[in-house]
C-alpha cells in the first residue's frame, strides 16, 4: 500500500467512525426515513441507470429492470423493518432487591449495531447485491455506516447508484459520511478496508477464492472481525424415484430453463443433478438433450467470468469419466458462454472431489446412482450449499426420509419441486448455508434476518431509566414487542 492510498484509507474509516457516532443515535423512525430516501432517489434514476448497467454487465433491459425494482424493495422492506422496532430483540427482567438468598439484578438486553462495515458489490447483481443492495440496506438498518467497494466490472453503475444515496443522505439530514464509496479496483485496498482497525465488519458475494482471502485478512488482524461471504454453491437438485418417473417431461422443462437461465450466473443455479438409474432418468436425459441443444448462447457478465467459464468446461470435457449430455448447437463468439451438460457415475464422482466445485455459468453435471444407497452417500460427500431441492412425491418424501434428512443438513434453504434459481426478498428467506457456500451458515444476505450480521447483543445492568436506550425504558415509548420478566410484552 502506498502513502497516499493509506491515508485515503485511514481518511474514510476515520469519517464512516465520526459518522457512527452519531448515525446509530438516530431515532428509529428517521432511519426508516433515510433507507425510504434512497429508494425514492433510485427509483428517480431508474431511466438513467437502466441503460448504463445494461452497457456494463451485458444484462438484458428486463433483467435488470426487474433487479432495480428489487433492490428498490428491499430497501423498503428494511424500512419498514426499523420502523416497526421489535427486531432488536429487547429483553427485560425487572430486579428483585427482596429475593433471598441474593438480591435479583435489574438486566436488560438488545442488539446494538457494531460500527463501521465494509461491503464488498457483487458482479452478477449490479444492483440488488451490490452499491444499495441487500448488504448495504442491512447494515443501514442496523445503525451501522457503510462503506462501498464497488465492484469494477460495473464502475459507472456503482458511481451513479452512490450519487443518488448521497441525495438520499442530504435530503434525510443524515450525518455525512454515513455512506461512503471507493472505486478503485486494485487487489489492496479491498485488505487495507479489512484489515483497517475501524473496520467492524464485512459483507461480500462472489468467488469461494475471494471470500477466503477476506476470511484470511479479517483473522489476521489484532481483533479479528466477522466476514459474511457468499461464496459458491452447485445447489443439488435430487430426482426422487417416484416424482423421476411420473414426472421425467417436467423435470426436462424446469431444469433446461433453471441451468440457462442468465447464461447461469446465479449463485442458485443448479449445477448438481443427482438421479437413480431407470427408464425415466433415460427420458429425463432425451428431453435434456434437446433442451440443452437449443438454448441460444448470451453474453456473460465480463471477459474474467467467461474465460473463467471457458477453462472450468475444457477441464471437465478432458475428464474420461465425464460423458457430455448436451451443448448449445448455435456457434458462441465473443464473450457468449456455450451451455453444456454432462452426466457421471456416482461411483466416479465420488472419486473427484474437485466435481463439487460450482462453474459459475450455464452447466450443470447429472450423477447417476445405482440404487438410493449410492444417492445417499453421494449427498453425504457434498459440502455446505445454500440450496436443494426435492423433486418428489409426497410417497416419496415419506419413504426416503433418510435422504431428506441428509439434504436438510448441506443448505440454507430445503425447496420441493420448484428450482433453486429465483430468490424471494421477504422475512423467512434464507440466502445463506453452511460452508463453503458461505463464511457463516447462521446467517443470510436476503430477507430482514440479514440485519442481524451487523450487530451485537448489549446487556444492560442495574441501569437508571434515564440512561437507558428508549428501547429498554419501562414507559416503551417506541412501542415495540419485548420480553418482559420471559412474558411477551408491548
Do not use: H, W
Given at each position: 500500500m502506498n502513502e497516499n492510498e493509506g491515508k485515503l484509507i485511514d481518511d474514510i474509516m476515520q469519517n464512516a467512525l465520526e459518522a457512527f457516532d452519531k448515525y446509530n443515535k438516530a431515532q428509529k423512525d428517521l432511519r426508516a426515513s433515510f433507507l425510504n430516501e434512497i429508494a425514492i432517489q433510485i427509483e428517480l434514476h431508474r431511466e438513467k441507470l437502466v441503460p448504463v448497467a445494461m452497457e456494463e454487465s451485458h444484462l438484458p433491459e428486463g433483467r435488470l429492470q426487474g433487479e432495480l425494482s428489487?433492490?428498490?424493495?428491499?430497501?423498503?422492506?428494511?424500512?419498514?423493518?426499523?420502523?416497526e422496532g421489535s427486531w432488536v430483540e429487547a429483553a427485560i427482567d425487572n430486579g428483585n432487591p427482596q429475593r433471598k438468598p441474593m438480591p435479583k439484578p435489574d438486566t436488560r438486553k438488545m442488539?446494538?449495531?457494531?460500527?463501521?462495515?465494509?461491503?464488498?458489490?457483487?458482479?452478477n447483481f449490479p444492483?440488488?447485491?451490490s452499491t444499495?443492495?441487500?448488504?448495504?440496506?442491512?447494515?443501514?438498518?442496523?445503525?451501522s455506516t457503510v462503506v462501498i467497494k464497488g465492484h469494477p466490472a460495473h464502475t459507472h453503475t456503482s458511481e451513479m447508484i452512490f450519487e443518488a444515496m448521497k441525495i438520499a443522505q442530504q435530503v434525510a439530514h443524515m450525518p455525512e459520511h454515513t455512506i461512503q464509496h471507493i472505486s478503485n479496483g486494485s487487489f489492496t485496498v479491498g485488505k487495507d478496508l479489512v484489515q483497517h482497525p475501524i473496520t467492524a465488519g464485512v459483507g461480500f458475494t462472489g468467488s469461494f477464492k475471494?471470500?477466503?482471502?477476506?476470511?484470511?485478512?479479517?483473522?489476521?488482524?489484532?481483533?479479528?472481525?466477522?466476514?459474511?461471504?457468499?461464496?459458491?454453491s452447485v445447489n443439488p437438485v435430487v430426482f426422487y424415484p417416484e416424482y423421476l418417473a411420473q414426472n421425467a417431461t417436467e423435470l426436462v422443462k424446469k431444469l433446461a430453463a433453471s441451468i440457462t437461465l442468465g447464461m447461469g450466473q446465479f449463485c442458485t443455479n443448479p449445477g448438481l443433478i443427482?438421479?437413480?438409474?431407470?427408464?425415466?432418468l433415460h427420458q429425463f436425459i432425451d428431453g435434456l438433450k434437446a433442451g440443452i441443444e437449443a438454448a441460444v448462447p448470451q453474453d456473460m457478465l465480463h471477459r474474467g467470468i467467461h474465460d473463467n467459464y471457458c477453462q472450468a468446461v475444457k477441464k471437465i470435457r478432458d475428464?474420461?469419466?465425464?460423458e457430455i449430455i448436451a451443448t448449445a448447437s448455435q456457434l458462441s463468439t465473443g464473450i457468449q458462454a456455450m451451455p453444456l451438460v454432462g452426466k457421471i457415475n456416482a461411483d466416479a464422482f465420488l472419486e473427484n472431489e474437485y466435481l463439487q466445485e460450482e462453474v459459475f455459468g450455464p452447466y450443470s453435471l447429472l450423477v447417476i446412482c445405482k440404487n438410493t444407497g449410492e444417492l445417499k452417500d453421494v449427498l453425504t460427500q457434498i459440502d455446505g450449499q445454500l440450496t436443494t431441492t426435492l423433486m418428489a412425491t409426497e410417497n416419496d418424501m415419506s419413504v426416503h426420509q433418510d435422504i431428506f434428512r441428509v439434504q436438510q443438513k448441506i443448505a440454507g434453504r430445503i425447496l420441493v419441486n420448484d428450482v433453486p434459481t429465483g430468490v424471494e426478498v421477504c422475512s423467512s428467506m434464507i440466502h445463506g448455508g453452511p460452508y463453503p457456500s458461505t463464511s457463516d451458515g447462521r446467517s443470510t444476505s436476503v430477507g430482514t434476518t440479514a440485519i442481524r450480521r451487523w450487530v451485537r447483543p448489549i446487556c444492560y445492568q442495574g441501569f437508571p431509566q434515564q440512561f437507558l436506550p428508549d428501547e429498554l425504558k419501562d414507559t416503551n415509548p417506541y412501542k415495540i414487542w419485548r420480553l418482559v420478566d420471559n412474558e411477551w410484552k408491548m
Open positions: 428489487r433492490t428498490v424493495n428491499q430497501l423498503k422492506m428494511f424500512a419498514d423493518l426499523v420502523q442488539l446494538c449495531p457494531v460500527g463501521p462495515v465494509i461491503i464488498f458489490g457483487a458482479s444492483f440488488a447485491f444499495a443492495g441487500g448488504d448495504t440496506a442491512s447494515a443501514l438498518a442496523s445503525g475471494g471470500g477466503r482471502a477476506l476470511m484470511d485478512y479479517a483473522s489476521a488482524r489484532k481483533t479479528p472481525i466477522p466476514v459474511y461471504a457468499e461464496m459458491g443427482l438421479a437413480i438409474d431407470g427408464p425415466g475428464k474420461k469419466d465425464i
